[in-house]
DNA sequence: TGACATGATTGGAACGTTCCAAATATTGAA
DNA sequence: TTCAATATTTGGAACGTTCCAATCATGTCA
């Protein structure tokens, strides 16, 4: 219909006064006569208005987009789309919007992906990045004065400012937890080792071995892929031992469910037979059967605590890198056979 | 470092061609000599030449800004964050970037990001609303001639393109499966009735009934929020019925699982003592225990058709409404009962 | 050789906003 | 009434790109 959009000119010209003030109004300048001000306004609603933040942004040289971007390596994980949700919850009370892509692991969609966001012209970035990432891959961005913040894993060598979970600290106390029990081999089973993830979790894991008193042995910790797949995998490793553990710190959640599946598969009950505990605590983790006692890391929490950082790098107009690990906590449910006699007196009250 | 932001025309100097020439190998014209092309090209590269898409969107007249919005009701459920994974990947490929919102069922927050898109000028939406959506509230955007499509949730009224999926052939379905195991006593359980969603599955629940050959009961529908805690609470109606029912199709997989939880703390497993089937196929459906019968809506393929419908009408130009219903299946697994005599002779093989 | 088509290139003039310096209106005091 | 101070308003000139019409080389044909 109207083919022409409206401009801050026509609104201008109906209100009977200068672009400039239009302009003025727009941004919420106080040198404005509050009279001229509401008529202004009445005006805009009149004419259907429609603000047009790219000419704007033209003007104020590339400083404030309000656009912020975000790249995670696996959204069809419930652990990074909550994390998307926590970031998104921010920026969005701040006024901003969220560029949210999703690179699925892959190196050469995270190039493209960040290049894209950066010619549109996002104020900051938001970044899990794919395995292997360069840590140089985000010098440019950061040359150019944009704030990179990167979270869950942290990328050495980087000068960026990033948030990861305590996996050491958590990892620790999963171990220390099961020791408690009674447990005297406690595998490690999952991940890949060249992960700077895996290094931290597996320095918890040693930590928690020695605090308990407990010998470290080498083949206790087994490798694989961090999936559901690579715990049953791992599961056969661990079982097929000479000396079989009794329990197992997993990489993630995962990896503990499928080292649950695996443990079925040869007619073992996690929880009873052979204690597993997991790290993330995701969705699922509490729905499953038995509920996975895992590390809790409220991915939310990390996505609102990354965009907090961001934007205050952001209005500071200066990016320091500074680095935050974030408190975890451990959360007994049932496959680590903790509560096995309180769920039984519960449920016959 | 370097403050200022190398332009076109630093390019155009540096080459010793003029702005208008830069332009020109920017769009891949076929009007420029292939040696100054290259030429351009190597300059562009040396000086780190970053595309100002916000100053060519403007002067394209609102026309290509190669946005797209996606907003979503829920993006902690798995379903939707599916969802979006589909749009991104051909939204991404297309050399599209898409701008994602969570709204979290909040209409004042769903307002609040789709008039901030159109401030930062998106090509199209996508969207799937909020509860209570007014069908008018995207007649602007259309007038503006901004192409939307809606999904998952319909919009009567609303002359956009919508796809959703065939709520009624799948609910039939589920149905007809589970007279066919013999059950003549099937509840419908959950969901909220004044949505478009609910009447739709409903209208299946009760063909799929006559066509079995059975009864309609009124007392056998029993609403409730469409979440896990409502489906225990609409299995505790279910039970007190006089004449309980031995089975159940619920509202979505959310419910389904309620469900199971609530004949388990009444001492009924679900799958043998009671058969259950959901709705959506969720992630988390074949993993649960039992594993959750299901019809499977594959939310990522209805992103990636909703994408591909959004960008068809972005090329076009023109946004004529065009509304798909995508087919669903029947995902038989466990929490139905019917593969329980399959299942005990695979493992025993 | 001139006329003409074709191939490459190029200066402005937009696009819709913000910023600056300057102009104008209003007020209070002398 | 006049002056200075203060409160408001206002024309350009940017910002980095694309588009249009126009220019400048070439090569071709009669």
Redesign the pocket.
């Known amino acids: 219909m109207t083919k022409?959009?409206?401009?801050?000119?026509?609104?201008?010209k109906a209100a009977?006064?200068?672009?400039?003030?239009?302009?003025?109004?727009?941004?919420g300048?106080?040198?404005?006569?509050?009279?001229?001000?509401s008529k202004v306004n009445a005006v805009m609603r009149d004419l259907g208005?429609?603000?047009?933040?790219?000419?704007?942004?033209?003007?104020?040289?590339?400083?404030k987009s309000r656009i912020v971007g975000v790249v995670v390596n696996d959204l069809t994980n419930s652990f990074f789309a909550e994390l998307a949700v926590g970031v998104d919850m921010v920026v969005q009370s701040a006024g901003f919007v969220q560029f949210l892509s999703n690179t699925g692991e892959s190196i050469d969609r995270q190039r493209e992906v960040v290049a894209s966001m950066r010619e549109h012209g996002i104020s900051g970035l938001i970044v899990s990045p794919a395995r292997a990432t360069d840590a140089a891959d985000f010098k440019p961005l950061v040359a150019a004065g944009i704030p990179v913040v990167v979270v869950v894993r942290n990328l050495p060598g980087a000068k960026v400012s990033s948030i990861v979970s305590d996996n050491q600290a958590g990892m620790m106390s999963a171990v220390q937890h099961l020791a408690g029990l009674g447990h005297k081999r406690i595998a490690f089973l999952g991940g890949f080792p060249d992960t700077a993830v895996f290094d931290d979790r597996l320095a918890g894991y040693r930590s928690g071995v020695e605090a308990a008193g407990l010998d470290y042995h080498e083949e206790l910790v087994i490798a694989s892929a961090p999936s559901r797949a690579g715990g049953v995998e791992a599961t056969g490793k661990a079982i097929a031992l000479g000396h079989r553990p009794t329990a197992a710190v997993c990489f993630n959640d995962a990896v503990a469910f499928g080292v649950c599946d695996g443990l079925r598969a040869r007619r073992l009950e996690p929880g009873s037979d052979f204690a597993v505990v997991g790290f993330d605590d995701v969705i699922e983790a509490q729905a499953a059967v038995p509920a996975l006692t895992t590390v809790s890391v409220d991915p939310q929490g990390i996505g609102r605590r990354g965009a907090q950082m961001l934007l205050k790098q952001i209005n500071a107009g200066k990016a320091e890198a500074e680095t935050v690990t974030t408190a975890v906590r451990l959360v007994v449910r049932e496959s680590c056979g903790a509560s096995m006699s309180i769920k039984i007196k519960q449920d016959s009250a």
């Open positions: 022409a959009r409206v401009t801050v000119i026509d609104i201008a009977g006064v200068s672009k400039s003030t239009v302009s003025l109004v727009l941004q300048s106080s040198l404005v006569n509050e009279g001229t001000r208005y429609v603000y047009n933040r790219g000419a704007a942004n033209l003007r104020q040289a590339g400083a």
